[in-house]
């Protein structure tokens, strides 16, 4: 099991109806709008770092007033 945080920037005003919007999709544990640089946070989890990317790329970034994401893989050391 991979685990991360994708950061997320949304367009002005939009970060709540993507948070939202995110928390839907299967493999999302959470997904809360946040201040700072980034407007939306999310803790994803995956089989693998093949279907992490495929979570991120096909299922969260085309979610609309989203602008920019990065993906934060969580290590255990």
Do not use: F, N, W
Request: with cysteine.
């Amino acid at each position: 099991m991979v685990q991360a945080y994708v950061l997320i920037q949304t367009d002005s005003g939009r970060a709540s109806e993507v948070a939202h919007a995110i928390g839907e999709i299967e493999g999302v544990d959470s997904s809360q709008a946040v201040t700072g640089p980034y407007d939306v946070i999310v803790a994803a989890r995956a089989s693998d770092v093949d279907a992490l990317g495929y979570l991120v790329v096909s299922k969260i970034q085309p979610v609309p007033g989203i602008v920019r994401t990065l993906t934060c893989p969580v290590i255990r050391i």
